[in-house]
């Protein structure tokens, strides 16, 4: 049985910096994509960054400079270091784990974790 777990979520001031944590179980994590999602109030979930068995990243236009996403295999985990955070960067943030080694769009992560909250004060 597979399991995501996120962690590292919380209330930070505009400007502000803030890394999350996510920790996997269950499934070969070092063969698989990793990403990250975020649902905003009111909105639909998007991805944010996915990092590749190979390490190599994707990032949305929005964050692009200022989210970094990286993972550690021995570990099990992957990071989303986020930094220079506006409002426009809350929510809830989504790790999820895909069936492949590359993978960008939503449909190819069929395990998601329970997500952790994001909140940016103005």
């Known amino acids: 049985q597979v399991h995501v777990v996120e962690s590292g979520g919380g209330l930070v001031q505009t400007g502000g910096a803030l890394r999350l944590s996510c920790q996997v179980s269950g499934l070969t994590f070092s063969s698989r994509a990793m990403g990250w999602f975020r649902q905003g109030p009111g909105k639909e979930r998007e991805v944010i960054a996915t990092i590749s068995r190979g390490d190599n990243t994707y990032y949305t236009a929005s964050v692009r400079g200022r989210f970094t996403i990286s993972r550690d295999n021995a570990m099990n985990s992957v990071y989303l270091q986020m930094n220079s955070l506006s409002p426009d960067d809350a929510g809830i943030y989504y790790c999820?784990?895909?069936?492949?080694?590359?993978?960008?769009?939503?449909?190819?992560?069929?395990?998601w974790g329970q997500g952790t909250q994001v909140t940016v004060s103005s």
């Open positions: 999820a784990a895909s069936l492949y080694g590359t993978a960008v769009v939503s449909d190819h992560y069929p395990y």
